[in-house]
Structures are given as structure tokens and as C-alpha cells.
């Protein structure tokens, strides 16, 4: 079953706001990454964040964990029509011999 | 750096027919890893291969398998093709001892 869950399953906003996506689980984890699909392509990984973190950065991605909510959260500011994919938040759980659990999936639509 | 690169692209087959897919990893990776992703079901762990064993196995019946040479490549085996195997399949490696994979652009199935 997937654990990593989404939400919302779609967003739409004009270039240059900010874009903010959550994902929830239900397991403890080791990490929980953040991945990025255009148009039925192959994922590219945009972040990992570790469960000992609470907040990371990169570019203008922000990602946030709250292990004790079981959830987070991935921003991405200053939006362009070129962030416009599916976004995945997937775990990699304790056990789980590198399986990741992937979530449905954000579609983000950046209009410009 | 040449990145994960996967063949074919596309892929048409009848149903029960069979099929392989093959993957080449990033230099220096050893880890290969394959994921489903068919409409409507998210992202599914299929196999993880490292140093040419396989390691761990998704919830998918034995008609579905593969193997990893000794160069690191790897290739899914399907048999026995049936309509719901109609999926992109993804391969990622990653490493060792390291998650945060890197995917290829996958291989659509298409089942008739």
C-alpha cells in the first residue's frame, strides 16, 4: 500500500507565487525524499531529507519533516511555468531493504 | 556523466507474449532498482539488484523477474503478458550504500 499520501492531488498557481505541497505517512522512517516527474517521464530526485532533520534547502526548494505529525512538506518559491510536473513524496523505511514507498503525487500547473 | 539509460522506449506486446527491459545504472553505481508506475496505481517497488543478487522483491508475482550482469546492468523479464501490465517501468541505481536513486526515463508497455 502506498504510505506516503499527498495532498492536495492538484494545484494550480500563477508564476512567481509560491507552491506548497505535504505529504503525510503512517511508518517511522529513515528518510523521506522528494521527487519530481514531467509529463510521464522518469523521476528526477529534487531532495532527501533524514529523520534526525527538521528543515533543508535547496535552490529555491524547502523542504520540511515533522516526524512526531508524520508528515512534510516541500515549498517551492518564486514558481516558473518550467516547475509544472508531479511532484512524489517517497519514505524509506526502517526494514524495508530499500524499497521506497511512493505517494500519489501533487500535479503542479504553474501558469504564466 | 551519462545517466541511467534504459531501452526500449517504447514497447507495444500482445497479451501473453513476453518481454525484457534493460537498464544501464550510472558508472559507479551498483545498486539497480525497478519500479512500475501504471495509471491509477502510483509507483510500485518491482526489484532491487545490487552485486548481481537480487536483494529484495515487490509484491508482484513470479512471472515478473530479472537479473543483473556483471557489469551492473540489469533487465526485467515479464511472461505471460497480461493487459494490467500495461505501465512505464522505471529503473533507477543509486550508489553503494546509498538511497536517493537516480531514475532513467523508463520504458512505456503498452499490452493489446
Known amino acids: 500500500s502506498q504510505q506516503g499520501e499527498e495532498d492536495p492531488q492538484a494545484l494550480s498557481i500563477q508564476e512567481g507565487e509560491n507552491a506548497t505541497m505535504n505529504c503525510s505517512y503512517k511508518t517511522s522512517i529513515n528518510n523521506l525524499q522528494w521527487y519530481r516527474q514531467n509529463s510521464g517521464r522518469g523521476l528526477v530526485h529534487l531532495i532527501l531529507?533524514?529523520?534526525?532533520?527538521r528543515e533543508k534547502h535547496s535552490g529555491r526548494l524547502r523542504v520540511t519533516l515533522d516526524t512526531s505529525k508524520k508528515s512534510s512538506s516541500l515549498l517551492i518559491t518564486a514558481s516558473r511555468a518550467a516547475d509544472t510536473a508531479s511532484y512524489f513524496c517517497a519514505t524509506d523505511n526502517p526494514g524495508s531493504a530499500r524499497q521506497l514507498t511512493f505517494g500519489s503525487g501533487t500535479q503542479l500547473t504553474v501558469l504564466p | 556523466e551519462a545517466g541511467v539509460t534504459q531501452s526500449p522506449t517504447h514497447l507495444i506486446k500482445t497479451r501473453g507474449q513476453q518481454v525484457t527491459l534493460r537498464c544501464s545504472p550510472i558508472s559507479g553505481h551498483t545498486s539497480v532498482y525497478w519500479y512500475q508506475q501504471a495509471l491509477g496505481l502510483g509507483l510500485q517497488f518491482l526489484l532491487w539488484y545490487d552485486e548481481g543478487e537480487e536483494r529484495n522483491r515487490g509484491n508482484f508475482p513470479p512471472r515478473f523477474s530479472g537479473r543483473q550482469f556483471p557489469n551492473y546492468s540489469s533487465e526485467l523479464n515479464v511472461n505471460a503478458l497480461e493487459l494490467e501490465d500495461s505501465a512505464l517501468y522505471l529503473c533507477?541505481?543509486?550508489?553503494?550504500?546509498?538511497?536517493?536513486?537516480?531514475f532513467g526515463s523508463g520504458t512505456r508497455l503498452t499490452v493489446v
Open positions: 533507477a541505481s543509486s550508489p553503494p550504500q546509498k538511497t536517493g536513486y537516480t
Open positions: 531529507i533524514r529523520s534526525n532533520e
